[in-house]
């Protein structure tokens, strides 16, 4: 009996694997990348429509375009989520009723009076984060002298000193610049009626004591607010020029600030209260950028956060050779092409704490040249190698592969973990700010990259080098007492696990380890009724939702990549294919409305749409051994 299913889902995951091909290699743009949509929640339409009605440049098709889309997120509550499935959010919530007064709804209208209600319920626009603050503070919604101080001379601050701007992530350090010039100018524009609906008179919270850092940080505000109202003109004037400098020098080819919507926004807001006019050449190029981050389908239009062809295309490559395709196939080669004229040869901000290793890498975007990403990084090199045999530019494709390798060894943070952007950014200092109140503001190793380099340095060779095994050390360091691992990047344990297991095989752990084995033990009693995996975004803040959620394509995947190098087909491999190959749509893909990736874990979350194609494929590619 054993064996007829076994061959049966043997069979059914080599039509699988065939039609997944056939639908990923048709999705190849001529250029020779990969982009899916990376979708998130309605904050950035909502966004996009304040920042031009702040600027004067919104228009009406524009708005009632978007409008469409953020009242097709709306849920039958009247609320808005951050994912789907998720549970509302006041600040989003928030801000797409603000969006929606835009394009003129009227507050009675029963969708708007709901959206109102429970606007209210949770107390108000009082309770919103700093960030949506913000916004309205542009409108003259909310005063800003409630909204934290972080004056522009925070760019003075050397690189030795707590709390500079180089301790941030380079997503926050990049939003905080831009933030200190909006902040200092306190600019008020008008919106084009109130918005008095949408408070209560909640008391704002109270200081926490002087002996937590909240506390400490409260204070340090109410000082800082007294500076704001009298500060040296002198420095101020000094601040504000450098902090313009500095987010000028930072705008990237096609027009953004790090490939991403927050530092992208605030900085065209910033240059435009520092007298840039919008026909200025760093505002036009910006604008000519978002309107490429921007999505129009029929009567909706929704603006992307952030575009991942890089980290796509190297996960594409992938999936299709370990799904069998030859690594001379043409459209390999063009792929390949593609990723090797995307290395950056420049140094950016990661030099400032790792000024003597070289350039090398590659970023998550088609241009962000100030910030290459290892995790982007790893898996080109990964992808490379893949199709190296059928590339005749060898001695290109290893030069490439040598300099992304030696930056990444380079990029080792002092605990022998890896982080995204930087390394030892983890002054968890920065988080306490009343700032920062939205996401994570700091870029500290985590198990999911970290894997993902060690897997990559196992694959040149270095599997016995001494970073692999700090890398190593470190994976072990930070293990759940449960058996899996956390996933910073992706949702969640299951990505985090389904990461580390086959880089520490990869890398020479045995199968019989003790850690190995706790981790195939967490995926296996995580396993759904169906046969797939899922772990529902709530983990993040709520562990009792850690491991569960509804099956998905993309976490079923991560959870047999991990199985299947932790021991090949067992009665759950079995099972997983086979969910796999009964949930796959007739087209080759499968349906994923469900949120698989992180921005900013407990905030922000992704849908990456070829995550429920290439992770798939993998899996099936690599169950059947690459023979397909």
Known sequence: MAIRMASRVEAAAREGARRGREHLLGLQHEGGWWKGELETNATMDAEDLLLRQFLGIRSPEETRLAANWIRSQQRTDGTWANFYGGPADLSTTIEAYVALRLDGDDPSASHMASALEYIRDQGGLERARVFTHMWLALFGEWSWDQIPALPPEIIFLPEWFPLNIYDFACWARQTIVALTVVGAHRPVRPLGFRLDELKTGAEVPGHEPLSAWGGRFRRLDHALHLYERHPSRRLRRLALARATEWISRRQEADGSWGGIQPPWV??????????????????????????????VEGDVRRLEACQSPVWDTALALIGLV???????????????????????????????????????????????????????????????????????DKTGLESAVDRGVRWILGMQSSDGGWAAFDADNTRSLCRELPFCDFGEV?????????????????????????????GLSWLARNQERDGSWFGRWGANHVYGTGAVIPAAIAAGIPKEDPKIRAGVRWLEEHQNPDGGWGEDLRSYK???????????????????????????????????????CQTQLPEGTWDEPLFTGTGFPGDFYINYHLYRLVFPLSALGRYLGGTT
């Open 542 to 580: 709520d562990r009792v939702w850690i491991g569960r959620g509804s099956s998905t394509g993309s976490q079923t995947a991560w959870a047999l990549l991990a199985l299947l190098a932790a021991g090949g087909r067992s009665e759950s491999v079995e099972r997983g294919v086979a969910w796999l």
């Open 266 to 295: 605030y900085s065209l807001i910033a240059l435009n209260q520092m007298g840039y006019p919008l026909d200025h050449p760093l505002l036009k190029v910006g604008f000519e950028g978002l309107d490429r981050f921007t999505i």
């Open 322 to 392: 370990d799904a069998g395709v030859s690594p001379d196939d043409p459209a390999l080669l063009r792929a390949t092409e593609w990723l090797l004229r995307e290395e950056i040869r420049v140094k950016g901000d990661w030099a400032v704490r790792r000024p003597e290793v070289p350039p090398g890498g590659w970023a998550f975007e088609f241009a962000n040249d100030n910030y290459p990403d290892i995790d982007d990084t790893a898996e080109v090199v990964l992808a490379l190698r893949r199709v190296a045999p059928g590339y005749p």
């Open 442 to 470: 700091i870029d500290p190793p985590s198990a999911d990259v970290t894997a993902h380099v060690v897997e990559m340095l196992a694959w040149e060779g270095g599997a016995e080098e001494r970073a692999t095994r700090r």
